[in-house]
């Protein structure tokens, strides 16, 4: 039950709203009021003249936090950090990490499978590298040898579509899906997006037939349905909407229904659960490189003295560069530099025989990427450089190993 | 009309179309089928053993070329290159420059204004530069004090919607439209959306009642409404659909419907048209940088060494990059640089206050800027740097000046 209530403050300002219940991580000098417009504001109790309870309110509520019963070890919840297991400053506005696995066991009720549940990193996933895309393979690796019938990695919104990327490819056969999954509000807000999609991760990890790398976050920003993304086909689109991932190229993997608890499967295709084959090898020379009109060469010569050994470069329209940057490509890829072009539009598939430029970058070397979005592109450059020798990449990168290129484009995932 | 026929070749290999009428920019040797599925084939006269007439056919097939009559001065077409002035090789499938705005009066009937046309530049838009955009902005200036009661500006599709942006910055005030129209296929072809756009941009620049720079393309993959888009709002979406030009954060500015030859304002607000004023200045040392899990802090360095003045960064969500940025991104500042964050989800808003990383760089002094498209950050930083004194430009990338940025993103522009 949530009390309405009027706050009335020393300075004369006067909120009215329903107070949020305290957690064992909030501040306890500040109480928390949901406004009428959906926002929470903090106010520090020495600040407060009076306050004046105005009845209960019920309704549209989280439920109250219920500690899981952790009975086995079918689903294994790797935490990584981001907004999922942060909390929010409501004096501040600000969110601040937690990163505590039984933080969100206190505000998680009713899991429709046994966890375990461990901590692998402790960061917002603007910090993300290929060296910990290493670190999480390994242990998601571990998590499958002990027995995991799925692995959940809780990661920052940020980057979790590199991150799934990278997993995808380095994860050639599993024994269960890897589902990463995060929240756009942190998880102590009322209006947090965490609850539903964790339990749509868990459930995706226990259940689907499917054992890919996905990302699980809400579908729509009404909270009906939960979508399961190919890790390799998403990106996030919008800042702050709880549906801001989205499958770029391709339809969604599967569904989740949060009313009925159904994993809804989308694809007509999708790699099954069978042994565990996985390398947790990342190259970190590696760069992504957007083109702009005008872009100045030396742009493209720093990454030679950097000794990067593959670029992704998304180019404009079908994957172009302008003129000046010839001679950088060309030197780039005489030094055994792996060039490949993917698309800024983002939709749609890089053609390099349509316009001159493109012969023109064919001739160079540079390998097209059809479908592929630039940050699967720089994920599995990332990976293919770092296991498999230099003349197979560009062979690599052009045959699909985690759906992330298709002959064809999906068509019905772009516009209205 | 047209005819079917059935052709056999030397080699055997038999194909079945529509003959596609040769104009005077064909190549004379080659004889171009429309195949049943839409694409077209051209055949080398001199492998042709045999060619089967099947009589005629009609219906959904373009109306020859007419020449229009120039009446007037009312509507400057100013051609910079793009498909929309080239044609295809039927034999190699690629696209070559025709260049030639005569060339394209010849595949255009039907216009609603009289024109004046003039080349300006003959190039694909990937190899657009600010200072293109400077000759682009100085010839539209011309052709306003010259009379023109708007101008359409034929364009290649890549960069369209940078150079769109930079000319609704370098246009504080001007007596018309500037509309940019390109074509996703070549003009020559049977399915080319070149002539629906150009009418429609020509439509909009004689008859809107706003005076912005817009972007002139095909709404839907159908033909029946062209979008007007804001310059400063609009994005190539996709690599080629003839609607791959799509309005972020915003709804496009107007729509125009072929059939009624009706041209339907949909914006609440525009600039209306008005006195000239105007600049053709923009700064060259400008640099768009895409942030990307791991990147190296050299990608930055490199800036300050080439004496870049202003750097838009492409971040992560509400706009973050990882934590080995930061001293780069300092010294940046430190030298003098302005540092702007956009953010690469394209669609929501850039906010700097919620987590932690966003405020460490908004002490660094980086300039957060809203809900503003990075493509167009990039042209509002090279206009501004410019235009304005150093000290100016943060306040002038903060303030709106051409529809750019707004108090609240539209919702409706995202999703389904
Ligand atoms: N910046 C945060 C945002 C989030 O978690 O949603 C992160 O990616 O870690
Ligand atoms: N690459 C061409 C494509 C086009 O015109 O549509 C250009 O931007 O000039």
């Given at each position: 039950m949530y009390k309405r209530v009027r706050v009335v403050l020393e300075n004369g300002d006067v909120f009215e709203g329903v107070l949020i219940p305290p957690t064992q991580f909030s501040d306890p000098d500040v109480v928390v009021l949901k406004l009428r417009n959906g926002y929470n504001v903090g106010l520090r109790k020495s600040r407060i003249k009076e306050m004046v309870d105005l009845g209960e309110v019920s309704g549209g509520q989280p439920a109250p936090p219920q500690i899981p019963k952790l009975e086995g070890e079918k689903v294994w919840l790797l935490a990584t950090g981001g907004t999922i297991l942060s909390r929010v400053d409501y004096v501040t506005g600000g969110v601040y990490p937690t990163m505590s696995v039984e933080y969100l066991f206190e505000i998680l009720g009713g899991l429709d499978a046994p966890v375990v549940a461990e901590q692998v990193a402790a960061k917002f996933s603007e910090?993300?590298?290929?060296?910990?895309?290493?670190?999480?393979?390994?242990?998601?690796?571990?998590?499958?040898?002990?027995?995991?019938?799925?692995?959940?990695?809780?990661?920052?919104?940020?980057?979790?579509?590199?991150?799934?990327?990278?997993?995808a490819f380095a994860f050639r056969s599993a024994p269960g899906p890897i589902a990463l999954v995060g929240a756009q509000r942190s998880s102590d807000r009322p209006s947090t997006d965490a609850v539903l999609n964790l339990k749509a991760a868990i459930a995706t990890a226990a259940r689907a037939p499917f054992a890919e790398s996905v990302v699980v976050m809400h579908k729509a920003s009404g909270d009906g349905v939960?979508?399961?993304?190919?890790?390799?086909?998403?990106?996030?689109?919008?800042?702050?909407?709880?549906?801001?991932f989205q499958s770029?190229?391709?339809?969604?993997?599967?569904?989740?229904?949060?009313?009925?608890?159904?994993?809804?499967?989308?694809?007509?295709?999708?790699?099954?659960?069978?042994?565990?084959?996985?390398?947790?090898?990342?190259?970190?020379?590696?760069?992504?490189?957007?083109f702009f009109p005008g872009m100045h060469p030396r742009m493209l010569d720093v990454l030679l003295e950097m000794g990067v050994k593959g670029v992704v470069i998304e180019g404009t329209g079908f994957g172009h560069v302008g003129e000046q940057l010839l001679p950088s490509v060309k030197r780039l890829v005489d030094a055994g530099v792996v060039v490949a072009m993917a698309s800024q539009t983002l939709y749609g598939r890089v053609n390099l025989y349509v316009y001159r430029r493109g012969r023109e970058l064919l001739s160079l070397g540079v390998v097209p990427l059809e479908d592929m979005l630039p940050e699967a592109a720089y994920a599995k450059m990332s990976w293919a450089l770092a296991n498999f020798k230099r003349e197979e990449v560009p062979r690599v990168l052009t045959t699909p190993y985690a759906y992330e290129m298709s002959p064809r484009s999906d068509p019905t995932s772009f516009g209205t």
């Open positions: 910090d993300m590298t290929p060296a910990v895309w290493s670190q999480i393979a390994a242990r998601v690796g571990e998590a499958f040898r002990r027995g995991a019938r799925g692995v959940v990695v809780l990661h920052g919104t940020d980057t979790m579509h590199y991150t799934a990327a990278a997993l939960i979508a399961v993304h190919r890790g390799t086909r998403v990106r996030k689109m919008h800042t702050s909407r709880r549906d801001a770029i190229n391709a339809l969604p993997l599967a569904e989740y229904h949060v009313d009925q608890n159904l994993l809804k499967v989308i694809a007509e295709e999708y790699r099954e659960r069978g042994a565990l084959e996985y390398t947790d090898r990342f190259e970190e020379a590696v760069a992504l490189v957007k």
